[in-house]
């Protein structure tokens, strides 16, 4: 049974994974290699915490414990020395990778399951260096940002993993609050991602031809498709629909809208001008200097609230 946990890098989605296990009651090992960032990371995880708190998913008293559960190292041996589950979130670089994991295989204990966080890299690239004993142990666990509260995981059930390793993975993820979906195939952006890119290659597309202004586009996603997927997946809403009607719409529609196989240039424009987004002050939308945190802190109430009202509709 797993039990410990451990998790290697402390970034943007390293912190979040950690926080999740440990708000879970998992004592979770946390590796970080940067300084900076291995000291500054509990501080980080209990402003989310207290955050959670003021917004009544978890309760104050109960910060301490979860901080106490989580500990942190700067040896990647001690780390996991005796770790059950060792997911990695280091940066999304196959040589790293395949580095961390050749070392993880000799510090491990023989029974661990491995997991990374990658977006884009393939399983059996990333266990190229392991025994093949281990590369029965070794999947995605792919988590969406922000960690701790994003309630989704896919987990791979394609590589050579029998299912009750699978099983075992995907209940200790559904204690920690998650909902999993189960990826069958080996695909790039696993399923989750390569939704969310083919919605986004419109809206940029519906941009850069003018076709509303960036709020009006914004709006029609929010109060249009997308309030309908918060509470019912698109395969139940073609059913909802009728698939005659589907079928139709997609013949009409489907030709004349955005096909093209790299980002849209009005994203690598301002990417070159050094509009990023919030992290720069200036995306589609600008953002006022100093609000960064407040701008971040209201994003995440909207999703404490659709977490809170989601739970009436799970099934
Ligand atoms: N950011 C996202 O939205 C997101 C979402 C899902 C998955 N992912 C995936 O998660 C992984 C981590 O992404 P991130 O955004 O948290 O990156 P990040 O850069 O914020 O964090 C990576 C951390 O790993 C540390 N690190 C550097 N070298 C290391 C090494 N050799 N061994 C261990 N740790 C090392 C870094 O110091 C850093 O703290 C990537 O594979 C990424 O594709 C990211």
Known sequence: MIQKIAVIGAGTMGHGIAETFAMYGYPTSLYEVVDAVRNSVKKTIEGELLFLAENELITKEAVPEILGRITLYSDLKEAVADADYVIEAAPEKIELKQQLFKELDEYCKKEAVFASNTSSLKLDEMAKFLSPERKKRIMVCHWYNPAHLMPIA??????????????????????????????????????????????????????????????????????GPAFRYATA???????????????????NLLSVMDNRKEANPILREKVKEGKLGLKSGEGFFSYPVGESDKIKNAFNKRLIIQLKTSKNYEK
């Open 233 to 251: 997946g698109q395969l139940e809403i073609a059913d909802m629909g009728g698939l005659d009607i589907w079928c139709t719409v997609g013949d």
């Open 154 to 223: 896919e987990l791979s059930a394609f590589g050579n993993m029998p299912e009750e390793i699978y099983d075992e993975v995907a209940e200790l993820y559904a204690k920690a609050g998650k909902q999993t979906v189960k990826v069958l195939k080996d695909i790039p952006g696993l399923v989750a991602n390569r939704i969310q890119q083919g919605i986004a290659r419109e809206v940029f597309s519906l941009i850069e031809m003018g076709a509303a202004s960036p709020e009006d586009i914004d709006k029609a996603l929010k109060f």
